[in-house]
Nanobody
Framework: QVQLVESGGGLVQTGGSLRLSCAAS??????????MAWYRQAPEKQRDLVAS???????NYADSVKGRFTISRDNAKKMVYLQMNSLKPEDTAVYYC?????????????WGPGTQVTVSS
């Protein structure tokens, strides 16, 4: 069964940087990953798309993070990254990795358990 695991979250000061990583387990069962994305959810708020990247490398960003965040993927390693620079307190949230993929056991959207990012003012 495919699982996603995020890492790299933590506590940083305003203006600092973090690099989030998302790894897919059971990679031998994955036939292809069609697109990957990062979402975030702050307390009392809905889960919102932060950035996405297609299999062809086309990236899309929320307006609030354009110019500060960069999404990238390593297809060979079946991983996706989110480089976050110039962090602001409003970036504080749990960040979730999402992958739309086809595995030998089926296809669908898979989610990681999330990693906490806290930006102090």
């Amino acid at each position: 069964q495919v699982q996603l695991v995020e890492s790299g979250g933590g506590l940083v000061q305003t203006g600092g940087s973090l690099r989030l990583s998302c790894a897919a387990s059971d990679s031998a069962t994955i036939i292809r990953i069609d697109h990957m994305a990062w979402y975030r959810q702050a307390p009392e708020k809905q889960r919102d798309l932060v950035a996405s990247i297609t299999a062809s490398g086309f990236a899309n960003y929320a307006d609030s993070v354009k110019g500060r965040f960069t999404i990238s993927r390593d297809n060979a390693k079946k991983m996706v990254y989110l480089q976050m620079n110039s962090l602001k307190p409003e970036d504080t949230a749990v960040y979730y990795c999402q992958a739309r993929l086809l595995a030998t056991t089926g296809s669908g959207d898979f989610w990681g358990p999330g990693t906490q990012v806290t930006v102090s003012s």
